[in-house]
């Protein structure tokens, strides 16, 4: 079993309360209180995301609006826990979301190069810790994107999820509807791990105008002993 940090750095095999009973916790709570979870992400006196007029409702594999990028090295192992993406503006038509995972990027047909800028906000979830993340969350601001991605080939993509938002939801709310969505990762069989450069990238596409988002994400960076 991997060692438990306490709160001055000191590994522990685990924790006993008084009774001498075992204090469990799930792992997302011990990577938390060891500084392993970060944050990005933006708030509403950010400029949104634009779509980078990717308006033709056809995914672009070029063009991304997001992406959490793992280092190039085998360590940490880069968990994404969740996504949301907060609508502004959906683009005055119907807009459609891309998101994929894709191989380590010497295993793409043309390495994996994804670069961009990195949020204005970033932080380490346990706030007394003062680690920076490994992995680059990237993305860009209203019309400057700055997030390209070298082509991508089928099988250079190991998930795909598409959805889309109701149109006109943003301006007249459809009732019983949401002006955003969700992604949890960690809910349906083994978390996906980033490494050797892999990437998670969310593309946005519109049939009007370009759509504005704000989006949001957590994930982990662990070593393998932190997974047993």
């Known amino acids: 079993m991997a060692n438990y940090a306490d709160t001055t750095g000191a590994?522990?095999?685990?924790?006993l309360t008084g009774n001498r009973d075992l204090v469990t916790t799930n792992n997302i709570a011990k990577w938390v209180a060891q500084g392993k979870v970060f944050e990005a992400g933006q708030g509403l006196q950010t400029a949104?995301?634009?779509?980078?007029a990717a308006t033709t409702l056809a995914p672009d594999d070029v063009l991304a609006t997001w992406a959490l990028v793992a280092p190039q090295a085998t360590s940490p192992l880069i968990i994404p826990i969740m996504l949301r993406v907060c609508w502004e503006a959906e683009g005055g038509a119907l807009t459609d979301h891309q998101l994929i995972f894709t191989k380590k990027r010497t295993d793409c047909a043309t390495k994996l190069a994804v670069t961009g800028r990195v949020p204005v906000s970033v932080q380490n979830m346990n706030k007394g810790k003062a680690h920076i993340p490994a992995a680059s969350p990237l993305y860009g601001v209203a019309t400057t994107f700055l997030v390209t991605v070298?082509?991508?080939?089928?099988a250079d993509n190991v998930m795909y999820d598409f959805s889309a938002l109701v149109d006109n939801n943003v301006s007249v709310p459809v009732v019983g509807s949401s002006q955003q969505i969700e992604w949890d990762f960690l809910t349906a069989g083994a978390p996906h791990i980033l490494t050797q450069g892999a990437a998670m990238i969310f593309y946005i596409s519109s049939g009007g105008a370009d759509a504005k988002i704000h989006p949001y994400m957590?994930?982990?960076?662990?070593?393998?002993a932190d997974l047993v």
């Open 11 to 15: 590994a522990q095999a685990a924790r």
């Open 48 to 52: 949104a995301i634009e779509s980078q």
């Open 150 to 154: 070298s082509a991508l080939v089928d």
């Open 218 to 224: 957590q994930w982990a960076e662990v070593e393998e």
